[in-house]
């Protein structure tokens, strides 16, 4: 195994003559990469990038060991790769269930596994329920099933954790590093990375650049409690 899950070396992108990422030069490391950055454009395209829906407009790319700056690189490494987007609103009228059997049909996983997913992301009680029905923390866990339905390498989430209450959250982050050998997650605030990621980058002037990912402070606690 490489030590780095992505390598991309002078990797930029354009849109319309203009740098949504100029050319940069960054190894993505095994294990959980937190990726800070403003929602947009930007961000969706950098993803889509590094997950291969899209091609570069300069520079190489590496993904799992495998060149995806040419087709065959990226036909190898695709059935790899998870990605669940920031938001995913095609699941209305589907239950649970059914929404992690859609996908997991098209991933190639057998159906009989699909109860085995619900019970790993601790939905099998929710399973029966409309999507348009479940609190956020639930509703993110059946997407991330569904990302995840045919064990991927790689995994990218986009800002999975918005929205997310701090008990919910304390109980999904344990998850989303187990995930799979690499995960990329990004946020919008970089506090929402800090403390629980192995690397950190954020997007600065259109690049991306190493950031600590320094643990999170912890609350104050008054005297005399």
Request: aromatic share 4%.
């Amino acid at each position: 195994m490489n030590s780095s899950a992505i390598v991309a070396r002078g990797l930029g992108i354009r849109r319309r003559r203009r740098w949504i990422l100029r050319p940069t030069t960054v190894e993505m490391a095994y294990g959980v990469v937190g990726l800070a950055a403003p929602a947009g454009p930007a961000r969706s395209a950098v993803l889509q990038t590094l997950a291969t829906l899209r091609h570069a407009s300069v520079g190489e790319l590496e993904v799992l060991g495998q060149d995806v700056t040419r087709r065959a690189g990226r036909r190898a490494v695709r059935a790899r790769i998870g990605l669940l987007p920031a938001r995913f609103a095609w699941t209305s009228g589907l239950s649970t269930r059914d929404f992690v059997a859609y996908a997991s049909y098209y991933k190639c996983t057998p159906r009989r596994a699909v109860d085995a997913i619900l019970e790993r992301f601790g939905l099998s009680d929710a399973a029966a329920l409309e999507m348009d029905m479940l609190p956020q923390d639930l509703r993110l866990r059946a997407g991330i099933a569904a990302a995840c339905a045919h064990e991927p390498e790689l995994v990218f989430l986009d800002e999975p954790l918005a929205g997310i209450g701090d008990s919910e959250r304390e109980e999904l982050i344990p998850l989303l590093r187990a995930l799979a050998p690499a995960v990329v997650v990004t946020a919008a605030d970089p506090a929402e990375l800090s403390g629980w990621c192995d690397q950190g980058l954020s997007m600065v002037r259109g690049r991306l650049v190493e950031a600590p990912c320094v643990p999170r402070p912890r609350a104050r606690v008054p005297a005399g409690v």
